[in-house]
C-alpha cells in the first residue's frame, strides 16, 4: 500500500512539474517573441529564459513553430484551457447580453483583456511573416480564425434587430478594429488606460453600427 501511495505521489508530482515547465517556457517564449522578435529567438534562448533544458523544450513542444502556436493559444485564452475562446464564460456573457449597446460595451472590455496579452506577440508574428512562410500562414490562419469570430458577433448582433448596417460590414469593422493595432496606438503608443479605451471603442461600434440611440454606459 506505501509503494502504491508514493508511486502515485511521484506521478502526481511529475505531471505538476511538467505543466510548470511548460507553463514557464511558454511564457519565456511570449517574453522573448516580443522583445527580440519570433526570428531572432532560438529554442536555446527560451530554455535559459525559463530556467529548463533545451531537450525540455524540445520535447515540450518539438520545434520554435509549434511553442509559438501553443504560445499564442494562450495568450489568446489567459489559460492553457482547452475550450473555444467563444465558449469562455466572459465570450458567453457577451453573446448572453440583450441590449446590443450594452454588448458592445461588454465586448470591449473583453476584446481590450485580449488586446493586453496578444498584441505585441501578433505584431511579432507579423514582423516574422515577411520572410518565413510558416510565419505567414500562421498569421493568416490567427485571422481567419478573428474573422470567423467577429462573424458570430455579427449574426447576434443582427438578431437584436438594432444593427443599423449591413452584417458584412458589420463584420469588417469588428475584424479591421479587433487585430491590435488600435490598441498598440492609443494604449501602447499615446498612454490611455485600458478602461478608456474600453470605453471609446465601445462607443466607436455604437456609433458606427447601431441605430441612433442611448450610449452605451461607461465601462
Not at 532560438?42 to 529564459?49: D, G, L, P, Q, S
Not at 518539438?62 to 484551457?81: F, M, Q, S
Not at 473555444?84 to 456573457?93: F, G, M
Not at 447580453?97 to 488586446?115: G, K, Q
Request: aromatic letters at 8%; proline letters at 4%; glycine letters at 8%.
Amino acid at each position: 500500500m506505501a509503494d502504491g501511495v508514493k508511486r502515485r505521489y511521484d506521478s502526481t508530482r511529475r505531471s505538476q512539474q511538467a505543466q510548470e515547465n511548460r507553463r514557464r517556457i511558454l511564457t519565456a517564449a511570449q517574453d522573448l517573441f516580443v522583445d527580440q522578435g519570433y526570428g531572432a529567438t532560438t529554442m536555446t534562448e527560451v530554455a535559459e529564459a525559463a530556467g529548463v533544458a533545451v531537450e525540455t523544450v524540445y520535447g515540450a513542444f518539438r520545434n520554435k513553430l509549434t511553442l509559438l502556436r501553443r504560445a499564442w493559444d494562450l495568450a489568446v485564452g489567459g489559460d492553457e484551457e482547452d475550450v473555444h475562446l467563444l465558449e469562455r464564460p466572459e465570450l458567453r456573457a457577451v453573446f448572453d447580453e440583450p441590449d446590443l449597446a450594452a454588448r458592445w460595451t461588454r465586448f470591449a472590455a473583453v476584446n481590450t483583456a485580449i488586446m493586453r496579452r496578444t498584441a505585441r506577440l501578433r505584431r511579432a508574428v507579423q514582423g516574422a511573416a515577411g520572410g518565413d512562410p510558416a510565419a505567414a500562414e500562421f498569421l493568416a490562419e490567427i485571422d481567419r480564425a478573428r474573422l470567423e469570430a467577429m462573424g458570430a458577433h455579427v449574426r447576434a448582433a443582427a438578431a437584436t434587430g438594432a444593427l443599423a448596417v449591413p452584417e458584412d460590414e458589420c463584420r469588417d469593422v469588428l475584424f479591421a478594429t479587433t487585430d491590435g493595432t488600435l490598441w498598440l496606438t492609443l494604449v501602447g503608443g499615446r498612454g490611455w488606460s485600458d478602461e478608456r479605451y474600453a470605453t471609446w471603442l465601445a462607443r466607436l461600434w455604437t456609433a458606427m453600427l447601431m441605430t441612433p440611440g442611448d450610449p452605451p454606459p461607461a465601462a
